[in-house]
């Protein structure tokens, strides 16, 4: 059987998305269909939109979702209808060179469902990341249902699908930020926000958030900032500095993806510090620096795919961290808004005036 179901696509590069009638099929082998209740507005999905991220429009938008099983297709023992999940958009194989190595958070192979979404036409829909969720229903493989405390509200839960879990990771997992470290966020959107709120729940002592929006900053010390550094006015990197003694910080997370910003990560690191790209670039951008500072500063430069999570081992925690209140994640919730608003986030996300909207369903 085939459903038909309203969701929000981007038909072509640079306009307005819409919502549309999209049809999902019954999930087959290793397939879960899954009935969305909320899904955020992330900054990769107005990438999609602007095409920078790939040419295959139409695409169907959303990706940071939590809903509840469906279907499930033949073979699949780890969810079933009823369940209450995130997704994800890394499933991990177990088998590839990664995961092999016991690293399956860098998974080479990560997976989707196999059938398409299409328009009514029967147009093939590119799914972001893999998930398409500003839909009623998506489909998904079901490596990307990973279940959760049902007792979470799934407009806060669903955010861990991609942009909570990224900040969050880049500090905690990329970074290794911990008790008595002192680190520095550049870009407090909901990715950068998330990575302030992680360092607090990891125990780091001085946290410095840094963004050219004072609203951010001001939100940032609610997050556990415990400085703040307007780089529209201030050099970050001699703000930062000076702020750890003149030395730099432990860890500096770069939560923009810009050749400007990683270069204030990594001159703002204490030497033989660790500088994490979190943020992505889009296509085009080149970063020139001495690579006698790469050497002589030591330490690393990092990526941080998705926060290096493992969704089966981070969801969960952060969920029951969120509902012993110890991290807010129902902070990162600006708004709650309808399918046919997400357009109308985008220019307020561009605007800076939200962390996250999210679309309930
Ligand atoms: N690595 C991953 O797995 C992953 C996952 C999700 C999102 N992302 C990426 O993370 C980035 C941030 O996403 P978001 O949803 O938080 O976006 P956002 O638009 O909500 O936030 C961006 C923030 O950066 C600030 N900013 C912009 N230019 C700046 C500058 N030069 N210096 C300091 N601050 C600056 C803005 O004021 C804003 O607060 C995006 O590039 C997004 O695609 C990465
Ligand atoms: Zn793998
Ligand atoms: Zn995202």
Redesign the pocket.
């Known amino acids: 059987m085939t459903h038909e179901v309203r969701a929000v696509v981007a038909l072509e590069r640079g306009a307005p998305v819409s919502v549309e009638t999209v049809l999902v099929p019954d999930p087959g082998p290793g397939e879960a269909l899954v009935q969305v209740q909320a899904c955020g507005v992330?900054?990769?999905d107005?990438?999609y939109r602007e095409g920078g991220i790939s040419d295959e429009f139409p695409f169907l938008l959303g990706h940071e979702a939590a809903g509840v099983v469906e279907a499930v297709g033949e073979g699949v023992t780890d969810v079933a209808p009823g369940d209450f999940v995130v997704l994800n958009w890394r499933a991990v194989c177990g088998t590839c060179r990664a995961c092999r190595k016991g690293e399956p958070w860098y998974c080479f192979a990560t997976h989707n469902a196999t059938q398409p979404m299409t328009l009514v036409d029967g147009t093939p829909l590119s799914a972001a990341l893999g998930i398409g969720a500003f839909a009623e229903r998506t489909l998904v493989a079901a490596g990307q249902c990973t279940k959760v405390d049902p007792t979470a509200p799934a407009t806060a839960a669903g955010l861990l699908g991609?942009?909570v879990?990224?900040?969050f990771g880049?500090a905690v997992n990329t970074g290794g930020v911990g008790r008595g470290d002192s680190i520095a966020v550049?870009?407090?959107?909901?990715?950068?926000?998330a990575a302030v709120a992680g360092a607090k729940v990891a125990g780091a002592s001085r946290i410095i958030a840094?963004?050219?929006?004072e609203r951010?900053l001001k939100w940032a010390e609610q997050f556990g900032a415990t400085d703040t550094v307007d780089?529209?006015r201030t050099d970050?990197v001699e703000a930062i500095r000076s702020l750890t003694g003149g030395f730099g910080a432990d860890i500096v997370v770069d939560?923009?993806?810009?050749p400007?910003?990683f270069k204030?990560a990594f001159y703002a690191r204490d030497l033989a510090g660790i500088a994490v790209?979190?943020?992505?670039?889009t296509p085009g951008l080149t970063l020139n620096l001495p690579l006698l500072d790469v050497f002589g500063r030591g330490g690393a430069l990092k990526?941080?795919?998705?926060?290096d999570c493992l969704p089966s081992r981070d969801f969960p925690a952060l969920i029951d961290l969120y509902l012993q209140g110890r991290f807010d994640l129902g902070g990162f919730v600006s708004e709650v808004i309808a399918l046919d608003e997400v357009e109308e986030a985008f220019a307020k996300?561009?605007q800076?005036e939200?962390?996250?909207s999210v679309v309930a369903l």
């Open positions: 992330c900054h990769t107005l990438h991609c942009g879990m990224a900040g880049a550049i870009g407090c959107g909901g990715v950068g926000m840094v963004d050219v929006d951010k780089s529209s970050a939560a923009v993806g810009r400007e910003t204030q790209l979190v943020g992505v670039p990526s941080s795919w998705y926060g996300m561009h800076g939200v962390l996250r």
